[in-house]
């Protein structure tokens, strides 16, 4: 048994290039040729396969470090006898290491640098975005100039894995994830089946999540006049306070928005290449239920006042959570709002609920100390996160919608909530 060691081979010009995964575990037999690591540089990415087979005994470099040439990437326990063993070291190595005799080994049979596994070439963005939607690069094939994987292939290649008919999502290639160890090995596990409103949810969710090119604005509204006003309502004939939660004033102001950005009212064809424009206002928000999540919608909330959105929200929601909601009322919406309020917490990233093209999260009003006038007044501030498919709504159109929606809960509400 010998200990051999695979070093950084030759990479022209290459130089202080990162190490962005590390494709091996220490313990592992590996053959020859197998990828070791993958270096991403400002100007490809390169994965570095080894040049001898055996068990791993010792990983030198993690994702981050910056290597060059010669640097030593892993120590092999190997089979095959070599010319010069090498010395075992009890610290990590460092990566900044060329002494001659150490990389005879790639000196004597270099390891060839390869672009990405082998087969697929791609920029370290699109690697990057490939990467974030769990597509494994190297099954890709690139439609440019010499096989380059190109963000269109990515996006093709994530179609043709899921394949979504009838709101069921059949998926062609199941990638089985086999845990190293199993869970009962640590300690006492329970097992439950999912419940059907998350088995039902969680395609629907990866389409979202892999489909759509989600940007997420995140946005604070001063709602301290509002929050006065919500808290001052009183009935005009019983005289009892009406408590109407913070969401019926945003589902209002969003209606508000919505006219003003038609874009948010709006969902894409992408067979005819059309944009679809909604001419009513139909409200989805998100309910949290013993049974999972649920997204009814309110219809025509443009016709509604506050007082009568917020029992619709209320009665909704119980037959949500009562399993009495007509299924038609989860489909034909305007926009989602997924609020946290009721719950807690600041910003968060929403997830778009297909066909729409956006969705506003909203998180729990705090205080804050600001100065007014040369006085330390407080406000109420509401935490906004407002997602959009970037492929129909652009940066600033993202952000003056934010800014609207501002004003329509700001110190403008009450004339932009009356419209
Ligand atoms: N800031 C401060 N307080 C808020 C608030 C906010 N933004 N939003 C609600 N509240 C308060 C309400 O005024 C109410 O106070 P009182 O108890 O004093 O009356 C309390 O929080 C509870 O409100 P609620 O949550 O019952 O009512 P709602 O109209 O705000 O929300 C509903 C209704 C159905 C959206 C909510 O019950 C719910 O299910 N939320 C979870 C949504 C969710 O899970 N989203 C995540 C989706 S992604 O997984």
């Not at 100007?43 to 910056?66: M, R």
């Not at 089985?176 to 419940?195: M, N, R, W």
């Not at 006219?259 to 989805?284: D, M, Q, T, V």
Request: one cysteine or more; glycine letters at 6%.
């Amino acid at each position: 048994m010998a200990i051999q060691k695979i070093l950084v081979p030759d990479m022209g010009d290459f130089k202080d290039v990162e190490v962005i995964e590390v494709l091996v575990k220490k313990g592992q037999v590996i053959k020859k040729n197998d990828s070791l690591i993958t270096l991403e540089s400002d100007k490809s990415s390169v994965e570095v396969p080894s040049t001898q087979e055996g068990k791993i005994e010792k990983i030198n470099v993690s994702v981050g470090d910056k290597i060059n040439k010669g640097d030593l990437i892993l120590t092999l326990e190997s089979k095959q006898e070599i010319n010069e063993p090498v010395k075992e070291k009890s610290k990590k190595e460092p990566v900044k290491e060329k002494k001659q005799k150490e990389v005879v080994q790639v000196q004597q049979q270099p390891a060839p640098s390869v672009p990405t596994s082998g087969k697929s070439s791609a920029s370290p963005k699109i690697r990057k975005f490939a990467r974030e939607l769990g597509a494994d690069i190297s099954k890709i094939s690139g439609t440019q100039r010499a096989g380059r994987v190109s963000e269109e292939d990515v996006k093709n290649f994530i179609r043709s894995q899921v394949t979504v008919s009838q709101g069921e999502v059949q998926k062609k290639e199941v990638t089985k994830y086999v845990e190293e160890y199993s869970h009962g090995e640590f300690g006492e596990i329970a097992t439950q089946d999912l419940p059907r409103v998350k088995k039902l949810s969680g395609p629907h969710l990866v389409r979202s999540w892999t489909e759509i090119p989600h940007v997420t604005q995140h946005d604070e509204i001063d709602v301290t006049d509002m929050e006065q006003f919500r808290n001052s309502l009183y009935d005009y004939y019983t005289g009892e306070k009406i408590k109407v939660t913070p969401l019926a004033f945003i589902a209002k102001a969003l209606v508000s928005a919505l006219k003003e950005f038609p874009n948010f009212n709006a969902s894409l064809n992408h067979e005819s290449n059309k944009i679809i424009y909604k001419k009513y206002f139909h409200i989805g928000f998100a309910v949290d239920t013993p049974h999972g999540l649920m997204v009814p919608k309110l219809r025509n909330v443009d016709q509604m006042s506050i007082q009568k959105i917020g029992e619709e929200l209320k009665n909704t929601s119980q037959l949500c959570r009562e399993l009495k909601i007509d299924k038609k009322e989860f489909f034909g919406g305007s926009m989602t709002i997924s609020s946290l309020g009721g719950i807690g917490g600041t910003h968060f990233t929403p997830i778009i609920n297909p066909p729409e093209v956006a969705i506003l999260g909203v998180g729990r009003t705090f205080d804050r100390l600001v100065k007014e006038k040369n006085q330390i007044v407080s406000k109420k501030i509401l935490p906004i996160s407002l997602s959009y498919d970037h492929r129909l709504i652009d940066g600033a159109e993202g952000a003056r919608f934010c800014v609207y929606l501002g004003k329509c809960l700001g110190k403008d509400f009450a004339f932009k909530l009356a419209v």
